[in-house]
């Protein structure tokens, strides 16, 4: 009897779709409440483009006399360096009133949007910098701000959005 094939998925890609939310306090992070995450603000509107925002588990060898061989088991995990893109204000009404260098929060993805029982992950994080990344003399593309982030403690990964 063959294996059973995985269930198919609904398809999607990240414009329209993806919500990324600055929210400043979370009691927890395992289990944000609606009304903590209504008082994040949304940044989409204003994200051009992003890196990182993933983890990766070092591999830590074991190695035995009995055997040439040299397995591995699961080592320590660590994040991604991981920052957003956002559009600059030329006022400076922009991101950095937000987000400013040093200050503590948590950057939310919910990959298939804002909807209850989908799912979310909760990354603590700290701005270790904002900067003014494309200054250029060509003139053809938008002042753009990148905010780099230290994820400061594990990410609550596949929480599910409350109602």
């Known amino acids: 009897m063959p294996a059973t094939p995985i269930a ?3 398809k999607y890609i990240n414009p329209e779709t ?10 927890s992070k395992a289990a944000p409440l609606r009304a903590e995450l209504n008082l994040g603000i949304n940044l989409v509107g204003e994200n ?13 060898p074991i ?4 055997s ?8 320590r995990i660590t994040a991604e360096d991981s920052t957003l893109s956002m559009y600059a204000d030329v006022g400076g009404s922009d991101a950095r ?8 929060g948590y950057i939310v993805w919910m990959d298939g949007g804002d909807v209850a029982n989908r799912k979310m992950d909760v990354f603590p994080v700290r ?4 900067a ?4 250029s003399v060509e003139g053809d593309e938008a002042q753009m701000l990148t905010f780099s982030y230290s994820i400061t403690s594990s990410p609550a990964v596949d929480v599910l959005i409350p109602a």
């Open 8 to 10: 198919s998925t609904t």
């Open 68 to 75: 040439r061989f040299t397995g591995s088991i699961p080592g």
């Open 97 to 104: 009133t937000l987000m400013p260098q040093d200050t503590n």
């Open 48 to 60: 051009s483009a992003c890196e990182g925002w993933n983890t990766a588990a070092e591999s830590v």
């Open 63 to 66: 190695p035995n006399m009995g």
């Open 127 to 130: 701005v270790a910098s904002v």
């Open 18 to 27: 993806t919500v990324v939310l600055w929210v400043a306090s979370i009691a």
């Open 132 to 135: 003014k990344s494309n200054r």
